[in-house]
């Protein structure tokens, strides 16, 4: 494989690669706080602090 | 006898003669380097860990006829394989090998099969806290952004005239995360293992020289001194508990080359969360590390021979280690202040310099840089999120890297 094809191909699917990987990472952790809500107890503790 | 007794002194000189030549020159260039590392490391407490038995290791594999590195074959299997020609199966060529040095022994224990960069990265895990990115996920795109500079950098290699597996070895030096570069390297570009962890060690202790002029020219008087809110606690502890599972099976199923890196570092959070393994993971951050730093650094050392090292290319790899770290401080920043202008303000653009991974002396730079131009400015934990998010980011960028070389047949 020609080094400048090589190359160009690494950056565009290694960045996309990265940041789309990283997005879905996001979302899972988004999906996670609503399955995994912080207990009412500790959200209280915190308003009143 | 006498002959006998002058022929035994001339076996305790012929160190010493060696020196005095052409090759002992190099050697001798190479004690000084093994000298200035272990300089570095003790006076000017530059990755003291690391540097000192990196530094160690040099010394001892520069010392002329130690053979210390040193792979042989066994004579009577090389009697064996010699009677077996070319036909000799390589299950008796692998059987036949007699690596007896002392450093040898510790390369193959450890970095020729990756074991231990895996498990300091398990001890790594142990120690980190991602609360800071699970309250504020979107800041997990810093560290993308903080880890473009590697493939820029694969590009400038490859223009260099480096093979395609040795550019990309050379260009994840720009992870800022050194068992990740010696992870790549060990299996992909052996021969500049010595140069390429050396230059990743360097220059991560070097990010609060390196990235501050490069903070200050990006960025105007009024962006640093952006102030944002304080993080808001909503990180339930199952959420935490659950987080290294499901990064290590999204990334494992995205990227599965890279899946030994991202589970080692997933396994150790998960046993920091549980609090289920409190024994495991003092060990993992203590006893399992500390050993695992001891012998890495004397093993990257002892690949640090004169003949392997005192070459061209070790100048083009350290250029290229800085720049790579300078373009993700740049990207960082640039990104940075794409998402200033996009939040009407809200982010401090200074926080994209926490997105490479070197964990956590880039997310105190932020904050030093950030108090520097406003006193009341407390971006710490903002930059705490982005450099963690930098570290899940440089293992998901090297795990992408090795994903797309397999994908393209090229390992």
Redesign the interface.
């Known amino acids: 494989?020609d080094?400048?094809a090589?190359?160009?191909?690494?950056?565009v699917?290694?960045?996309g690669?990265?940041?789309?990987?990283?997005?879905?990472?996001?979302w899972?952790?988004?999906l996670?706080?609503l399955?995994?809500?912080?207990?009412a107890e500790?959200s209280d503790t915190?308003k009143r602090s | 006898m006498l002959a006998d007794i002058l022929t035994g002194l001339g076996g305790l000189t012929e160190g010493v003669q060696l020196l005095f030549t052409i090759t002992g020159l190099k050697h001798i260039v190479m004690l000084l380097i093994a000298g200035v590392l272990i300089y570095l490391g003790v006076k000017k407490d530059v990755e003291p860990l690391l540097l000192v038995p990196i530094g160690f290791g040099c010394l001892l594999v520069n010392i002329p006829l130690s053979d210390l590195m040193h792979v042989g074959i066994d004579s009577g299997a090389r009697q064996v394989l010699e009677a077996l020609g070319p036909s000799a199966p390589e299950s008796l060529k692998a059987l036949a090998k007699d690596d007896t040095g002392f450093l040898r022994t510790i390369y193959n224990m450890g970095i020729a099969n990756e074991l231990f960069p895996l498990l300091i990265f398990i001890g790594i895990g142990a120690m980190t806290d991602f609360g800071p990115l699970l309250e504020n996920p979107k800041i997990l795109l810093f560290g993308a952004a903080g880890q473009c500079g590697i493939f820029l950098t694969l590009l400038l290699a490859l223009a260099l005239g480096f093979p395609h597996l040795q550019a990309v070895s050379i260009a994840i030096i720009g992870a800022c995360d050194g068992p990740t570069a010696i992870y790549v390297a060990s299996q992909y570009a052996p021969e500049l293992l010595g140069p390429i962890s050396v230059a990743a060690y360097s220059y991560m202790a070097l990010v609060p020289i390196i990235q501050p002029p490069i903070m200050k020219a990006l960025t105007s008087e009024k962006e640093r001194k952006t102030r944002m809110p304080k993080v808001k606690r909503s990180v339930s502890p199952n959420l935490k508990l659950a987080f290294p599972i499901v990064v290590t099976i999204v990334t494992g199923l995205i990227a599965p080359k890279g899946l030994p890196l991202m589970g080692a570092i997933m396994l150790g959070n998960f046993m920091r969360e549980c609090n289920a393994v409190t024994r495991l993971v003092k060990a993992s951050e203590n006893e399992i590390a500390n050993v695992a730093t001891l012998f890495l650094g004397i093993a990257i050392g002892a690949t640090m021979g004169a003949e392997l090292f005192l070459k061209p290319t070790t100048l083009a790899i350290f250029a290229l280690g800085f720049v790579a770290i300078c373009l993700d401080t740049v990207v960082g920043v640039l990104f940075g202040k794409l998402w200033y202008l996009l939040s009407g303000g809200k982010i401090n653009p200074l926080i994209g310099a926490a997105g490479i991974s070197a964990y956590p002396m880039a997310a105190r730079v932020v904050q030093t840089q950030g108090q520097r131009y406003d006193k009341h400015n407390f971006l710490l934990m903002h930059a705490m999120g982005a450099n963690t998010g930098g570290q899940i980011g440089s293992v998901a960028a090297a795990a992408v890297m090795l994903s797309v070389l397999k994908g393209l047949g090229l390992i």
């Open positions: 494989m080094k400048w090589f190359g160009i191909t690494m950056m699917v290694g960045v690669g990265t940041f789309l990987t990283l997005a879905i990472l996001i899972s952790i988004q996670m706080k399955l995994f809500p912080l207990p500790d915190k």
